[in-house]
């Protein structure tokens, strides 16, 4: 082979040798730029470990406030009364809530916290009984009835057994706009000194 030969195929390897580093050296830069236009494209998959953190690290769900108690009353047989809500709504009337717990040693029936008025006898086992007095004005006030007599109250409040707990309601005609604090009285029950809320 000629000299002029052997430098032409010298030249030859040593240009396909560098297209060869040039070629590997542009699929590595072009590599790189997919990663990144990937992570461009989808956030989320550039920063998986960081969505997981934050995901693990929410904030846990916030209990409830206990319902805060007005009064506590305590009649016979153990039947303790706790008012926790007195509230003015806007259709002119006051709404009483609360719950009895039975911590004597009997069944309990509300057969007494009817009241004596013929008209809501009908109601039943009940807190028809239940009235708001206004002892500055000396009003009282009964609980509210339907067109067919039946008490706007709980009913059905029989069968108590010991260390049972019951809500109970009754809504009732509402004191003047400045009158907040009354008493809330049920047949044979201490009365119960709540203050009016809204």
Do not use: H
Request: with cysteine.
């Amino acid at each position: 082979m000629t000299t002029q030969r052997r430098t032409q195929v010298r030249v030859r390897l040593a240009a396909a040798t560098l297209a060869i580093g040039l070629s590997f050296a542009v699929a590595g830069c072009g590599g790189d730029n997919g990663d990144k236009e990937a992570d461009k494209a989808d956030p989320k998959a550039s920063n998986t470990q960081g969505s997981d953190v934050s995901t693990s690290s929410s904030k846990p769900k916030e209990e409830p406030a206990p319902a805060q108690t007005l009064a506590e009353v305590k009649g016979e047989k153990g039947v303790v009364l706790a008012i926790t809500e007195a509230t003015r709504d806007a259709g002119g009337f006051v709404t009483v809530k609360g719950e009895i717990t039975n911590t004597g040693d009997e069944i309990f029936d509300a057969t007494q916290w009817v009241g004596t008025e013929q008209e809501v006898q009908k109601s039943g086992y009940s807190v028809a009984g239940a009235v708001l007095v206004d002892p500055e004005a000396k009003k009282r006030y009964y609980v509210l009835r339907d067109t067919e007599g039946m008490c706007l109250c709980t009913m059905q409040l029989s069968d108590v057994k010991p260390d049972e707990t019951r809500p109970i309601y009754a809504q009732f005609p509402a004191p003047a706009e400045d009158v907040t604090d009354v008493e809330f009285q049920l047949p044979t029950m201490p009365p119960a000194k709540i203050k009016i809320s809204g």
